[in-house]
């Protein structure tokens, strides 16, 4: 299974214009890539426009709604995102849990994107970490809630992105997470999930995310025990983000 580096753009840039050519400049600073797969999560205003430019590089959505139509002003569905050729949608980002989102409709979300052909790319995350290692029970029922009744050979098509919250660069006096904190999670998220497959299902892809910049991808690469990394922040640079990408290229498999 190839590496991914998927970028998360958030609610940036703020015009097509600026989109497409950090896309473009993306696009041009990768052209040697092969072994790597790569992402770019952008705001769904700009998916269409880039999804022109090229497809060295796949697109994916920050969202999508918990219904799969309907009289839901202001909402997109998967359905809409996979009709216009977006492969991967972010599910569960904390930036969104922390405008009300749960687990609940992040399961609805899932078992939707799913159905209509996308790849759900599940964020799960503690805020913070205790001594009495209660953040693995957190990202244990997180895992459960947001999975309850997605059938084992679905499992696979899912990317499960480790962020620790306190690890992203929006929080407020964030500290940095480090390679060790992604290997143990990316292990017990392993573990959680294997736990409910049969021997013949294959295991979902997991990746670690949190102000992964150029100077730490390496170490979450090469000692991270992940299959990728989401970028949100170093992605908004062409530069930074393709030197993340080059290096997980260059690392062995
Ligand atoms: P960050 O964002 O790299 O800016 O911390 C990652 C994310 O929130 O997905």
Redesign the pocket.
Known sequence: MKKIIIA?W?MNPSSPKEAGQLFSNTVKLISGVKKTEVVICAPYVYLSGLKKLSSKISLGGQNIFKVEEGAYTGEISADMLYNIGVQYVILG???RRALGENNLNVNKKIKIALRAGLTPIL?VGEDKRDENHGYFNFVKNQLEECLNGVQKDSLSKIII?Y?PVW????TLNRRDANANDSREMAIFIRKTISDKLNNQNKMPRIIY????NERDAEDFIKNGGVDGL?????SLNAKKFSSIVKICEASER
């Open positions: 998360n958030k980002h904390s930036e964020c992105a962020e690890a992203i660069s929006s995310g949190g102000s992964v989401l970028v949100g922040r170093a």
